[in-house]
């Protein structure tokens, strides 16, 4: 997958981590959480699953994104308040 893919995966699925956690936050705190899970699913996919995020255009793919951006954005509010 490409550089410009994965910034646009990761904007996106930080988007819909950042809805689904109703928090607040900048387009680049979305890029970086999205981008961030998008690395997490993957590697949570590749160990569980036996593949990671693969393609732009992959459900799978996308499932992994959000699932390791949601986890991301949870740790992130979790330990940030300390």
Known sequence: MSFIAWIIMGLIAGAIAHAILKVEGTWLANLICGVAGGVVGGFIG???FGHGVNGLFSPFSWLLCIGGS???LWA???FAKR
């Open 76 to 78: 992130y509010g979790r």
């Open 46 to 48: 590749s160990i569980f």
């Open 70 to 72: 949601v986890l991301v």
